[in-house]
């Protein structure tokens, strides 16, 4: 046990209250009751889970923690604390001056710390940490679960083995001489595709969009991205894409992936125009915000078999109805809200960043 109370000040991000929870023995009971039903189809024993990490700490615990829920109330909050945990606020000279000398580290939750001065944490001497989130990882891994389960057509043809059954679900299969030609697709499944030499269209190149390039570079796939401001050639080239347009993203790609921010700036970013100029027979990803989409311009879009396919992870509203238009078409996969799942990933990614703060920490 630390002699001296560490102070953490932290980004009131709906996730980093675990840190609350986890290090502040005074969080209200309500929010430890809230977070024990949230995480309790993965960990049953949350508040378990809590005891175990918290023996693992040698300073951390217990702790002050501060949630901040803006720039403002960051900076007024710094004063005598030891770590500032940020996702997305900007945290440069005079935040870390604000602490009066006592910040030793700056955490940022994930890793593009762009919003962090670098330099500044160097020159006042404190430690700069990151951590690539598994549930980034996983979100990009469920983009690639929906752009391949519509590339291959699987929720169309799994456990479809029977003549029958193919030809109740409107295919026509039939029977090839093979003693002459292979067997292959004797189900005669039409419109498949190959993702190899595909390009993929990244709409927002964060975190989460560069873990989708890496693995669209597995693919064999050309990446190609947009967002309000282009990286750097070296980061370009670090992941292996190249940077062009909007509407030329549009035009050009056999899939499009988004991965944009919520909020009134990207709110149906894409529309009805949008939608037109999209590569006929393109595949549209979204594990982002569904407010992205303008729901009836995309109900048209499918409806004229613009696209071949549409995924979706959370609805426009949560829950849905079962007799949502949505549903009515065959190539749209709308999975409910799994994407960053299951929560043992928030869960390893705070083991992973507290026990790292918690060795670095001098008290």
């Not at 979100?139 to 752009?147: D, Q």
């Not at 269209?201 to 390039?213: D, L, P, Q, S």
């Not at 078999?305 to 995924?311: D, N, T, V, W």
Request: charge should be neutral; include cysteine.
């Amino acid at each position: 046990m630390a002699s001296v109370r560490p102070i953490m000040v932290v980004e009131d991000d709906r996730f980093l209250r675990l840190v609350q929870i986890i290090l502040d023995p005074a969080t209200s009971t309500e929010r430890l009751s809230a977070f024990t039903h949230f995480m309790a189809h993965d960990e049953p024993d949350f508040k378990g889970w809590c005891q175990r990490l918290r023996a693992r700490f040698g300073k951390l615990y217990p702790a002050e923690v501060r949630l901040v829920a803006d720039q403002g109330d960051l900076h007024s909050s710094l004063l005598g604390a030891h770590v500032a945990i940020v996702e997305s606020f900007p945290m440069g000279e005079k935040e870390i001056l604000a602490g009066g000398g006592s910040v030793q580290i700056v955490q940022k939750y994930g890793t593009i710390a762009t919003r962090i001065d670098v330099a500044a944490c160097q020159r006042l001497g404190v430690r700069l940490l990151t951590i690539r989130r598994r549930a980034n990882i996983a979100t990009a891994e469920h983009a690639f679960a929906l752009i391949l389960a519509l590339a291959r057509r699987i929720t169309d043809t799994a456990n479809l083995i029977s003549v029958t059954q193919l030809r109740s679900a409107g295919y026509s299969p039939t029977h090839f001489d093979r003693s002459q030609t292979p067997n292959g697709n004797w189900a005669r499944i039409n419109r498949l595709r190959t993702l190899y030499q595909q390009q993929l269209g990244v709409m927002g190149f964060g975190e989460i969009g560069r873990e989708v390039a890496q693995r669209a570079a597995a693919f064999g796939m050309r990446v190609v991205y947009w967002q309000r401001h282009r990286l750097d050639r070296d980061e370009e080239d670090r992941y292996q894409v190249s940077y062009c347009s909007l509407d030329e993203l549009l035009a050009t790609s056999d899939c499009i992936s988004l991965h944009l921010p919520g909020g009134e700036g990207t709110r149906g970013i894409i529309g009805r125009r949008e939608l037109g100029m999209i590569k006929p027979g393109a595949l549209l990803i979204n594990v982002s915000q569904p407010q992205l989409i303008d729901r009836a311009a995309l109900i048209q879009a499918l409806a004229a078999g613009r696209l071949s396919g549409f995924g979706l992870d959370t609805f426009y509203d949560e829950p849905g109805q079962a007799h949502d238009p949505l549903l009515g078409f065959r190539n749209v996969l709308i999975t409910p809200h799994l994407a960053g799942s299951p929560r043992f990933n928030a869960l390893r990614d705070f083991e992973e960043m507290l026990i790292n703060i918690d060795q670095v920490l001098r008290l």
